[in-house]
Nanobody
Framework: VQLQASGGGLVQAGGSLRLSCAAS????????MGWFRQAPGKEREFVAT????????YYADSVKGRYTISRDNAKNTAYLQMSSLKPEDTAQYYCAAAPREGLTTQAYDYSYWGQGTQVTVSS
């Protein structure tokens, strides 16, 4: 499966953005989806994950209550709605797909990755 992330940009602190992750090649419903991010000079970190059906999601503590992961399997697309953005949310954001049943926060469980989309939050 090929993943294409989009929707990043420059936003002021307190603002919102919605990232999209469009899949092609195979149906997205076969995969657990996740979002990760990497800031300059830091390691890639887990952000959010959602089950294949979309019924269950899980978040990093740093984004809980501000971010919402969702998916539309009919459109073969996953989303990350980000609100109350902070300067420390600035990073390259990546979507990823894991061919498994249960949720996972581990990057090594994800077999397919999008190219990343930059989110910059100004103070």
């Amino acid at each position: 499966v090929q993943l294409q992330a989009s929707g990043g940009g420059l936003v002021q602190a307190g603002g919102s953005l919605r990232l999209s992750c469009a899949a092609s090649g195979r149906t997205l419903s076969s995969y657990v989806m996740g979002w990760f991010r990497q800031a300059p000079g830091k390691e890639r970190e887990f952000v959010a994950t959602i089950t294949r059906s979309g019924s269950i999601s899980y978040y990093a503590d740093s984004v809980k209550g501000r971010y919402t992961i969702s998916r539309d399997n009919a459109k073969n697309t996953a989303y990350l709605q980000m609100s109350s953005l902070k300067p420390e949310d600035t990073a390259q954001y990546y979507c990823a797909a894991a061919p498994r049943e249960g949720l996972t926060t581990q990057a090594y469980d994800y077999s397919y990755w999008g190219q990343g989309t930059q989110v910059t939050v100004s103070s």
